[in-house]
C-alpha cells in the first residue's frame, strides 16, 4: 500500500514536472515564434510598465532606486542618435534577436533624421529624449538653459515622431551630470530622470571586445539593471551580438519599460522591488543614497532621506509608507505614564508597619552572633512574643531565613534598604515577618 501510494505520487510529480517543462518549452518557442527566422533569439521576456510620477529617479549609478527587475532581467538603453550609419546596424541587430530597448534622442540629431527615430517607434522600441544638444554642462548651467535643452530636445523629438503620445517621458541627463534642480523640473513635468545601473563604456576609445568584457562583468557584478549603451559608436555596433549571444547563454532576460497611460497602468509593484539588492538580515549595513554630487545650492530644505534608509524588515513599514504623514506622527509610539491598576498589583506584599513595632520590654538577640549560647535554634524562644507569629504564619520561610542569615551575616540587611532604626532588632524582625 505504502509502496504504490509512493509510486503514485512520483508518478504525479512527474506528471506536474513535465507540464512545466511542456509550459517552458512552449514559451520558448512563443519566443522563436514571435521572432520569424531566429529560432535561437534571446526575445524580450515582458513588457514593464512605469509611472514616472510614482518613481522619478532610476538608475544606482545615481540614486537609490531603478527599474523594479527581477534577478537576471536586463533593461537595453541607447544613447546619443539617431546616426543612420550605426543606429541602423544596431536596430538590425536588435531585431535579430527580437530584443526590445529604450533609446534616448538628442534632438540635434532627430532633426538631422528624424525618419531614425520613426524607425525606432515602428520597430516596437521606447523613445526617450536626452536633451537638444548633449552639452556636459548640465551640472552647472542655469536651471533656465536646462529647461531650454531639456524642452528643446522634446520638441525636437515629437516634430520628428509627428505624435506626442509616441514619445515617453523618460530623460537621462547628458553625461549623467545631475543636478537637483534639473531632476525637480523633470519630476514637475512629469517625466523620469533615467541614470543606468552599469555601463559598457562604449563611448571610450576601447575595442569592442573591451565593451563586450565591460558590459557581461558589470551586469554579473550587480545579477541584473540597465546597460547604458549608445547606437552611434561603431565599437558597441561591433560588440553588440556578443553581448546579446551570451545574455542568452548565461540566462538573462530582456525586459522592455513602457511609461504607464490612462489606458495602460503602471506594473503593480512593492516599493522594495525599486531597490536594486534590498537589505537582508545577514547584512548588518546603513545605505545611504548613492548620489555622489551634492547640488542642493538652489533647494530650500534639506533632502530628506531616501528609501533605501528604512529598515525593510519592520513589518509595520509598509502599512505607514502608505498613510498620510499625519497618521504616521500620531502613530509614534512614546512611553506614556506608567498606570498601574488594582488588578496589576504588585504580588510582593507590602511590609505592615508592625513589622517595624517592636514590644516593649522584647529581648532581641542577634542571629549573626557567633555565641554557641546564641545559635538560631535557641533564637525564636528569646524573641518571645514575634516568635510566637513566626511559627505560626510563615515557619518555614522563618527557619529559611535564619539559616541564610546564619551562613551570610551581611545577607540580612546589605542591599536591601532596610530602615535604619530597624537594624538593631533586624535580624529578628526579619525572622518573624518572614
Ligand atoms: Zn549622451
Not at 569592442?208 to 545579477?223: F, H, M, T
Not at 504580588?347 to 508592625?354: D, I, K, M, Q
Amino acid at each position: 500500500m505504502i509502496a504504490s501510494v509512493g509510486a503514485g505520487f512520483w508518478k504525479g510529480s512527474w506528471t506536474a514536472l513535465s507540464l512545466v517543462v511542456l509550459i517552458c518549452a512552449s514559451s520558448q518557442s512563443a519566443a522563436a515564434a514571435d521572432c520569424p527566422g531566429h529560432p535561437d533569439a534571446l526575445g524580450t521576456s515582458r513588457t514593464l510598465v512605469v509611472d514616472p510620477r510614482e518613481h522619478a529617479r532610476i538608475g544606482t549609478m545615481q540614486y537609490a532606486e531603478t527599474l523594479p527587475l527581477d534577478d537576471h532581467e536586463v533593461v537595453l538603453t541607447f544613447d546619443d542618435g539617431p546616426l543612420p550609419k550605426y543606429s541602423n546596424q544596431v536596430l538590425d541587430i536588435l531585431a535579430s534577436q527580437c530584443v526590445k530597448a529604450t533609446f534616448f534622442i538628442i534632438g540635434r540629431q532627430a532633426n538631422a533624421n528624424p525618419q531614425g527615430v520613426r524607425k525606432l517607434i515602428a520597430a516596437g522600441h521606447t523613445v526617450g529624449t536626452h536633451s537638444q544638444n548633449h552639452p556636459l554642462t548640465f551640472n552647472k548651467m542655469s536651471i533656465e538653459q536646462a529647461r531650454q535643452e531639456v524642452d528643446a530636445g522634446i520638441a525636437s523629438t515629437v516634430a520628428a515622431l509627428g505624435d506626442a503620445s509616441k514619445l515617453a517621458p523618460f530623460f537621462r541627463i547628458p553625461g549623467l551630470l545631475r543636478a537637483a534642480a534639473v531632476e525637480d523640473y523633470l519630476a514637475s513635468r512629469g517625466i523620469q530622470a533615467w541614470s543606468a545601473d552599469f555601463p559598457a563604456d562604449d563611448w571610450r576609445h576601447i575595442p569592442p571586445s573591451r565593451v563586450y568584457d565591460l558590459a557581461i562583468q558589470r551586469l554579473e557584478a550587480k545579477g541584473k539593471g540597465i546597460l547604458l549603451l549608445h547606437d552611434i559608436q561603431p565599437r558597441t555596433v561591433a560588440a553588440l551580438p556578443r553581448i546579446l549571444q551570451e545574455l542568452k547563454a548565461r540566462g538573462y532576460r530582456i525586459v522592455h519599460v513602457v511609461p504607464a497611460t490612462p489606458e495602460r497602468p503602471a506594473t503593480p509593484t512593492d516599493p522594495v522591488q525599486w531597490l536594486l539588492h534590498p537589505p537582508t538580515e545577514t547584512v548588518a549595513s546603513v545605505r545611504w543614497p548613492k548620489i555622489p554630487n551634492f547640488v542642493f545650492a538652489q533647494a530650500q530644505t534639506l533632502p530628506v532621506p531616501g528609501l533605501s534608509n528604512l529598515d525593510w524588515r519592520d513589518p509595520g513599514l509598509f502599512d505607514r509608507l502608505r498613510r498620510p504623514r499625519a497618521a504616521l506622527v500620531a502613530q509614534t509610539a512614546w512611553p506614556g505614564p506608567l498606570r498601574v491598576s488594582e488588578n496589576s498589583r504588585p504580588a510582593l506584599p507590602v511590609p505592615a508597619s508592625s513589622v517595624f513595632r517592636m514590644p516593649e520590654g522584647v529581648r532581641v538577640t542577634l542571629l549573626a552572633s557567633r555565641s554557641p549560647a546564641n545559635r538560631p535554634d535557641h533564637a525564636a524562644n528569646a524573641i518571645g512574643p514575634i516568635s510566637a507569629r513566626a511559627r505560626t504564619v510563615g515557619a518555614p520561610q522563618a527557619a529559611h531565613s535564619r539559616h541564610a542569615a546564619h551562613q551570610n551575616p551581611q545577607a540580612g540587611h546589605a542591599g536591601r534598604g532596610a530602615p535604619k532604626h530597624a537594624v538593631q532588632a533586624k535580624p529578628a524582625v526579619h525572622v518573624a515577618k518572614r
